[in-house]
Each structure stands twice: as C-alpha cells, then as structure tokens.
C-alpha cells in the first residue's frame, strides 16, 4: 500500500511533466474512483492549467490555476503515471502496456502527455477541490514527518495521552502524516519499540528515538524510490527499490539483523505487525505502565 515515500515519488516523478500543462479533457473509465461527478470534473478542470504538484500525507495534489486542487488517493494499489499519449484504437487495459493496465482516470494534457491514474483494486479517490475546502482537508491531517512541524516533543506528546498501541498510533494520520504499516513497522524496531505496546507506555527517549527513526526510514525510501511489494509503480513504471531493505516488514522467519532471534509477525488491529521479540520486548508494558501511574 503507497505510504509517504510511495506518493512523494510519484509527485517528484511527474512534477515537470504536469507543472504549466493544460488540460485538455479528462478521460472517465471507471467513475466509482470518483468522489465528485464525472461531468462536472471535467467541466471543472477541461482548459485549466496545472500549476504544480505536491504531496500531503499519502496523497498527490494537483494544484490548478485557479487554486482548486485534485486531490488524488492511491489507495491500495493505485499509481498515476506520466505517459507519451497512445492511440486509442485498443482496449483501454492494453493502450499502455504493462505499466498501467487498469487505468481508472486519464487527464489528457496539452503537450501530448497522459496523466494516467491506475488503480487495479479502485480503492483510490480522485477529488477536485476548491482552495478552501482543500486547506480545510489538509488541516484534517498531523505534521508531515519530513518537516520541521514534526519534533521529538511533539510526537512524545501525542504518544503520552492514548491508550492505542503505538503502532495504531503511527498509522493515525490525523496524528502523523503519511506513515502507513510498512514505515511504522521499521521505525518502531530501529527504534527497539514493540508495536503493540500502548503509546502512553513509551518514555520520553524513546520516542526521542523513534521521531529519529521515523524521519531516517522515511527518507531512505524517498531516496530507493519507495517500496514495491506488488503493485506500486513510479511515475515511470518502474519500481521501488527500498524493498531490499526491509528489517522486519515481510521478514517473518528470517534472523534478526540485530541480534539473530527469528522475526515474528503478529495480527493485531486487521493488520500484520512485525518485529524482533528481542529487540522489541512486549513486557516492558506492565513495567512502564506502573512506572508512570497508569491503571
Ligand atoms: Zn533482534
């Protein structure tokens, strides 16, 4: 599933190709993406031009020359694409080859370029969005873990007040933004936390460590271009390379990197958790519950 990197890759991936481009008409082929009418996105969007793109949490923003702003949502497997424009004589699941066999939406721009969103299990969303009711969305999310806005104390204080296992906790993102299982699972063993201690459980330096943590895993897979367990793909086709990576996310099985125990995965909250039971001890639970006056 696309998470902070995954989006942020995409947005570097096709920000020159879109930036000052207009768009001559959008292509519906599967409206149920769509959380606004077909007709009046394209009524809203056919001649405008794209003024930039950015990335909020795990979503890509189109930002018109309007300050309207498509909100896009990659969902499960989504992906949105940069591609020369094909001929429309095949089917739309073959006109761009392997790279982007379910296009959902394609935004047709002036230069020649299709702006494909794909999506093969339509989890995703496509918004389009007035300038306000777009600030008033991206307020509905936490700090960006890549800036400032994210600090040591700041992340101890959200963590201090809930209950929710600290893994929960990450995946909130009206709390973080744009940290989903994979990314939750690494930081939290660099950061020798187990995932489904409860958040208030975790002291002040280890959420100094997992803050840390949090923005170097982030990072590194900004720069490997993302992870791509089965379905994620640049704005290219190609895929990510921080999969290689992976401590513990999909490691059941395998020797700790730390300390050579066997990496378990547990299913708490509908999802896997992974991690070193080791490295990342559940029992410092009761201790530090006690410690710190909770009942
Ligand atoms: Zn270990």
């Not at 942020?8 to 991936?13: A, F, Q, Y």
């Not at 990659?74 to 699941?93: E, F, N």
């Not at 300038?131 to 999310?141: G, H, M, Q």
């Not at 209950?163 to 909130?172: F, G, T």
Request: positive net charge; charged residues 25%; aromatic residues 6%.
């Amino acid at each position: 599933m696309p998470e902070l990197p995954e989006a942020e890759t995409i947005v570097r991936g096709i920000r020159s190709a879109v930036s000052g481009r207009r768009i001559e008409d959008v292509e519906v082929l599967h409206r149920d993406v769509l959380v606004v009418a077909p007709t009046r996105l394209r009524k809203g969007l056919a001649g405008r031009r794209i003024a930039g793109a950015e990335r909020r949490a795990k979503n890509i923003l189109l930002e018109m020359d309007d300050g309207s702003v498509v909100w896009i949502n990659l969902g499960m497997t989504g992906s949105v694409l940069a591609l020369p424009r094909p001929p429309r004589t095949s089917p739309a699941r073959a006109r761009y080859g392997p790279v982007a066999t379910h296009p959902a939406v394609v935004f047709l721009l002036g230069d020649g370029t299709d702006l494909v969103f794909d999506d093969s299990r339509r989890f995703g969303t496509i918004r389009h969005l007035d300038a306000p009711t777009s600030e008033a969305r991206s307020r509905t999310f936490g700090p960006e873990p890549l800036t400032d806005e994210f600090t040591p104390a700041g992340l101890w204080d959200g963590l201090r007040v809930s209950r929710a296992p600290v893994r929960s906790w990450l995946l909130d993102q009206r709390k973080l933004a744009g940290v989903g299982n994979i990314y939750a699972n690494e930081a939290l063993f660099m950061a020798r936390i187990h995932p489904a201690r409860r958040a208030c459980t975790v002291r002040r330096h280890e959420a100094d460590a997992l803050h840390h943590t949090l923005r170097s895993v982030l990072s590194d897979a900004v720069r490997a271009e993302g992870t791509t367990i089965r379905d994620y793909r640049n704005a290219q086709g190609g895929e990510g390379k921080y999969g290689r990576e992976l401590k513990v996310y999909g490691q059941e099985g395998s020797p700790c990197i730390r300390c050579s125990s066997i990496v378990q995965r547990v299913v708490f909250g509908d999802r896997s958790a992974f991690l070193c039971p080791t490295c990342q001890p559940r029992r410092a639970v009761a201790r530090r519950t006690q410690n710190i006056g909770l009942t």
